[in-house]
Nanobody
Framework: VQLQASGGGLVQVGGSLNLSCAASGLRLAGYSIIWFRQAPGKEREGILCDSVSDGTTHYADSVRGRFTISRDNDHNTVYLQMNNLKPDDTAVYYC??????????????????WGKGTQVTVSS
């Protein structure tokens, strides 16, 4: 089982990107999916999670109002639409199956299946 993110690239501040998450070996429709990112020298950050447990999408404060998640179950793909990108969004982005919840305003999560990420670079 592996998930792979794609669609990253170089974009200017204020621009948009739409990342894709494809899976082999499992149907994403039945799983909570998290997008997380890793920037050099920084801790891994979970940014949003679409939970099938409570039917809610949970957002980190850093991306709320700018990023959204959507699913195409027919194509077993999950998308991350990123708008109004900022230099601090520069990172490698990953998708994963997850268990997640919002706890005291913070995104709390576990990661299960994940794979190759995609680089997003936002230039100022």
């Amino acid at each position: 089982v592996q998930l792979q993110a794609s669609g990253g690239g170089l974009v200017q501040v204020g621009g948009s990107l739409n990342l894709s998450c494809a899976a082999s070996g499992l149907r994403l429709a039945g799983y909570s999916i998290i997008w997380f990112r890793q920037a050099p020298g920084k801790e891994r950050e979970g940014i949003l999670c679409d939970s099938v447990s409570d039917g809610t999408t949970h957002y980190a404060d850093s991306v709320r109002g700018r990023f959204t998640i959507s699913r195409d179950n027919d194509h077993n793909t999950v998308y991350l639409q990123m708008n109004n990108l900022k230099p601090d969004d520069t990172a490698v982005y990953y998708c994963a199956t997850s268990q997640c919840a919002l706890v005291s305003g913070n995104l709390d999560y576990d990661i299960y299946n994940w794979g190759k990420g995609t680089q997003v670079t936002v230039s100022s």
